[in-house]
């Protein structure tokens, strides 16, 4: 070993390896913990937590949960998604919705990070279990938004996820405007504006920009198509803009 300023180390580094094969994994785990305690930085701290824990952990499972968000807040979404996907694996199995709710956030991590296909087969996996309506829902429209480039596919999500929100009023908005979305690729501006104007209907009611602004871009843009631009909606959307960033594409009415 030899000291460097405040730190011990090994004086070559296939001693540290040769150390760590011969030690027994519950020791490996031990450090691991030890380590975690003395860590201030919220990620570092959790994967310490992870490599001592053995066996699914409540605590463990939130303590990647709240590192997976300091990850997001930093900008690094694909860190996020293996922080999410670590917690989900570790959520006990009487918290099953906790281990839902964490692998769906993984997903939505894992297609912003630019690894779409992970993401599709991690939320199409979910579909497969016994999930709640709410639950079903909000995974087949994270399928919808992510298939957006197949319109038989999108189509086909949009209208389930609809019919899984009966009586939602957020998931409904969601659902109608990806169906409007799909009318469109296809050409039927009629449709499209039926769907997009009904969306735009109920997310008045909520007030809630990151519903609205959106739906607002789907009418004003079918309008622009029609040749009766709405150009008051469209000043509308784009002042309201700011309260929702992340806006892509259509979307976006500054787009």
Not at 14 to 38: C, F, Q, Y
Not at 115 to 126: F, T
């Amino acid at each position: 070993l030899r000291v460097e300023a405040e730190r011990v180390r090994f004086t070559h580094p296939l001693l540290a390896s040769a150390v760590l094969s011969r030690l027994l994994p519950e020791t490996v785990r031990a450090l691991h913990r030890r380590i975690a305690a003395h860590l201030d930085d919220p990620e570092e701290r959790a994967r310490h937590l992870a490599l001592g824990t053995e066996a699914p952990d409540a605590f463990v499972a939130e303590a990647l949960d709240h590192a997976a968000r300091h990850a997001v807040n930093r900008g690094a979404p694909n860190v996020a998604a293996e922080l999410k996907e670590l917690a989900a694996s570790l959520t006990p199995d009487h918290t099953v919705e906790d281990r839902r709710r964490r692998t769906l956030d993984a997903a939505r991590s894992w297609s912003v990070s630019g690894d779409l296909q992970r993401a599709i087969a991690m939320a199409s996996e979910m579909l497969a279990e016994p999930l709640t309506p709410s639950e079903r829902a909000d995974t087949l429209l994270f399928l919808a938004e992510a298939r957006v480039d197949d319109v038989a596919e999108l189509t086909r999500l949009a209208e389930e996820a609809l019919a899984q929100s009966s009586g939602d009023v957020r998931r409904s908005i969601t659902a109608l405007r990806l169906l409007a979305d799909a009318h469109l690729q296809r050409g039927d501006l009629k449709a499209s504006d039926v769907d997009a104007r009904k969306a735009l209907e109920l997310a008045e009611t909520e007030r809630d920009p990151r519903l609205l602004v959106p739906v607002l871009a789907v009418v004003s843009l079918n309008a622009i198509f029609a040749g009766d631009p709405q150009t008051e909606m469209v000043h509308r959307a784009v002042a309201m803009e700011d309260e929702t960033p992340g806006l892509q594409g259509y979307d976006s009415p500054t787009v």
